[in-house]
């Protein structure tokens, strides 16, 4: 009997995980385009990625987690420079004109990615429902890209927005291929490997590297590094360990239905019929892709977000 409870407890906590990283996933597009209002958006990753190594190091010291070597440490660098020193400045560039629920979309098409990247690295095989659902979810990009090209958005940031999501599933890839690593410390070189890059793009774009003069400009970057980054990677890092990617994978569908209501409600975002119907392409695409994975497929990789 005493054993009973402490099964059921750690059968619980993925699911907390899980709806943790959901929640907090469907939050951060918002955020991003709230801090991109006062603070330069590649500067303000620069910022992230910095306070939230800074946080991660001691934190990864006090609970004596192991520190990842060779073929773990080149994992961690590896994710650290894809995910964070190049999909995070493209995702905050590109979320200065384009949509939160919008760039939450794009990011949804992510498993169909990591399946074409798992299967090019040998990891994964396509399958025919694969192919399928990767064809109509390129086409449902189409719509929803076509119908705002057209309007308010200029292409080059949603082209930005669609490279960090590829670079991002990338990420997940080059993670998953070395599992195990402890996720604080696994996420400490990760953040701190994607600072020199953030910086670099910052000074290329001839930004301000001025720190946030008020405490309202902060408080984006506080969010994302802290909810976003610390306590988001690091729930993600453990849960990949313990789930299946094709079970955590279905945060793809769920993140846009939450970023879609929050730019809804917090800044009137609004979706026209022909990106909302891309949506729904996409998202259903998604879902038949998961789908096929759970009846016998082993995916590689999992969806990250911002």
């Known amino acids: ?20 990283c959901t929640l ?5 597009f918002l955020v991003i385009r709230i801090g991109n209002d006062t603070v330069p958006p590649v500067w ?10 800074a946080l991660l190091t001691p934190l990864a010291f006090v609970l004596r987690q192991s520190w990842p070597r060779g073929a773990r440490l ?13 999909s995070l400045p493209l ?43 990767g064809l ?18 200029p292409p080059l940031p949603l082209l930005a927005v669609f490279l960090s999501a590829v670079t991002a599933a990338l990420a997940g890839v080059l993670l998953k291929r070395s599992p195990g690593g402890a996720p604080i410390t696994t996420n400490a070189i990760a953040h701190a490997a994607g600072i020199p890059f953030c910086v670099a793009a910052s000074f290329a774009l001839h930004e301000s590297q ?25 729930a993600f890092a453990w849960l990949v360990q313990r789930w299946s990617v094709v079970r955590i994978s279905f945060v793809s569908v769920i993140t846009p239905v939450i970023a879609t209501a929050l730019g809804a409600g917090v800044r009137h975002e609004r979706l026209g019929p022909a990106a909302l119907a891309g949506g729904i392409v996409v998202l259903g695409a998604v879902t038949l892709a998961i789908v096929a994975d759970m009846r016998g497929s082993t995916a590689t990789s999992s969806p990250h977000y911002s």
């Open 1 to 20: 009997m005493s054993g009973r409870p402490r099964a059921a407890g750690r059968s619980t906590l993925p699911y907390v995980a899980f709806a943790t």
């Open 24 to 28: 907090i996933w469907g939050s951060t």
């Open 44 to 53: 303000a990753s620069a910022l992230r990625l910095a306070i939230a190594a």
């Open 74 to 86: 080149r994992a961690a660098l590896a994710f650290g420079i894809m995910d964070f020193g190049l």
């Open 91 to 133: 995702l905050y560039w590109g979320e200065r004109e384009v949509p939160s629920a919008i760039a939450a979309i794009l990011f949804a098409t992510m498993p169909l990615m990591t399946s074409v990247l798992a299967h090019a690295m040998g990891l994964e095989r396509m399958t025919p429902v694969k192919i399928v659902a």
């Open 136 to 153: 109509i979810g390129l086409a449902g990009v189409g719509l929803l890209v076509s119908s705002e090209v057209g309007g308010h958005i």
């Open 210 to 234: 001025a720190l946030p003069a008020s405490g309202a400009q902060w408080l984006p970057i506080l969010y994302l590094t802290l909810v976003g980054s610390v306590v988001a990677f690091v």
